[in-house]
């Protein structure tokens, strides 16, 4: 009997869950473009601590922590390390600025929220919320382009890679539709989740995207992407992640820009699409004062309305060498375990490097959410049929 009672409260609970995460995505796609508007853009991060609530009552009273837990705890300590680092910046130049509290709790809420649902909901719902998450947001960027038929068409006709142009490119949802991607193109089985985010990847038009998508179609014929990396390679790709930082950091130095732009007939501006210039506003200026993580985007928005947009330089401004250091280990010490998800991980980094998503609270929800499932969730229901990949 209370087995059945318990059976009976677990489906309550979990089917609550589904329901506010399942809000809390409706909330985050139909009003990414309030992104700076008040409540309206804080209300996603209260719907997802809300769902947390739940979760975590679940947990507690089940005592369910294990699903994910060397992970949280890994990224845990990076989100330690960037505020100690920003208070010792911080009590050094006798300032501060809030944006470094938004940029940790920009970290926290990710991981915090699918370690919460990993932890509460079965693969078979977690299938369910993802699908989901896809197909409202396809909707939610229809809704953001707003293009009639014949216009849309035309604005597939007019796509063009080497030019990296497209009239359907969006920013909002290009961390959504390469996230679900990720996810859909290990788990095959939903050929419609498969098909709609290799659409949705090619619609938001983002070059390193579009191309990692296609690899990520193939990649199954290279080699076996379920087996553990091996520890020597795993430490060679963190060297060459942190040695790749600083190299790009040198080369966005104005003074460096110059001298490859002469010695190869190349301009870096276009090459960067601006950003050697966006570098250019923040390297060494007097005025500017580093008080940690969210220092720069801080310092930048207020004056020149743009963002630095590289991740990996703007943490190496912000939080040291020796923050990104622990950042590079620790994120991929949670992917040392499946070469799938390892090269999930190199994608994000490659794009941190060159583009900015750190802060892209949703999209790293629906990352997690697919490494855990990979390492913690490949058999479904315990004793069901496996639902890894189907070619």
Same mark, same amino acid.
């Given at each position: 009997m209370i087995s059945k009672n318990r059976k009976s409260n677990t489906i309550k609970v979990s089917s609550l869950i589904v329901f506010i995460y399942s809000i809390t995505v409706l909330i985050q796609v139909f009003t990414a473009k309030y992104e700076n508007s008040g409540f309206m853009s804080q209300l996603k991060y209260i719907m997802f601590l809300a769902t947390c609530g739940v979760c975590i009552f679940y947990m507690n009273k089940y005592k369910k922590f294990k699903i994910f837990q060397y992970e949280f705890k890994s990224i845990l300590w990076i989100i330690i390390s960037f505020a100690i680092i920003s208070i010792i910046r911080s009590l050094y130049v006798k300032s501060f600025t809030n944006r470094t509290i938004q940029e940790l709790l920009f970290l926290l809420i990710p991981i915090?929220?699918?370690?919460?649902?990993?932890?509460?909901?079965?693969?078979?719902?977690?299938?369910?919320?993802m699908i989901f998450t896809l197909i409202v947001s396809i909707m939610g960027y229809l809704v953001e382009i707003n293009m009639g038929v014949s216009e849309f068409i035309q604005a597939l006709l007019s796509m063009s890679f080497s030019d990296s142009y497209s009239m359907l490119e969006s920013s909002t949802f290009a961390g959504i539709s390469i996230s679900t991607a990720m996810y859909f193109l290990y788990y095959r089985s939903n050929k419609l989740g498969s098909i709609l985010s #290799?659409? *949705?990847? =090619?619609?938001?038009?983002?070059?390193?995207? #579009?191309? *990692?998508? =296609?690899?990520?179609?193939?990649?199954?014929k290279i080699f076996n992407c379920n087996k553990k990396v091996n520890h020597t390679?795993?430490?060679?790709?963190?060297?060459?992640i942190i040695l790749l930082t600083f190299g790009y950091f040198t080369i966005m130095i104005p003074e460096n820009?110059?001298?490859?732009n002469n010695m190869f007939n190349i301009d870096l501006y276009k090459l960067t699409m601006s950003r050697t210039y966006r570098f250019k506003l923040i390297y060494n200026r007097a005025n500017f004062i580093n008080t940690g993580l969210g220092s720069t985007y801080s310092y930048m928005m207020n004056l020149y309305k743009v963002s630095l947009e590289m991740d990996m330089i703007k943490l190496l401004i912000e939080v040291t060498p020796i923050g990104v250091i622990i950042f590079v280990n620790n994120m991929f010490n949670t992917v040392k375990k499946n070469w799938y998800c390892m090269i999930l991980m190199l994608f994000q980094f490659l794009n941190l490097i060159t583009s900015h998503s750190l802060t892209s609270v949703f999209s790293w929800v629906i990352f997690y959410i697919t490494i855990g499932c990979i390492l913690?969730?490949?058999?479904?229901?315990n004793n069901k049929k496996s639902k890894k990949i189907v070619y």
């Open positions: 915090l929220v699918s370690y919460c649902i990993l932890n509460t909901l079965d693969k078979r719902k977690i299938d369910k919320v #290799i659409i *949705f990847v =090619i619609l938001t038009f983002k070059r390193l995207a #579009i191309v *990692f998508m =296609i690899f990520l179609i193939f990649v199954h390679l795993l430490n060679y790709i963190k060297i060459g820009v110059d001298k490859i913690y969730k490949n058999d479904l229901n």
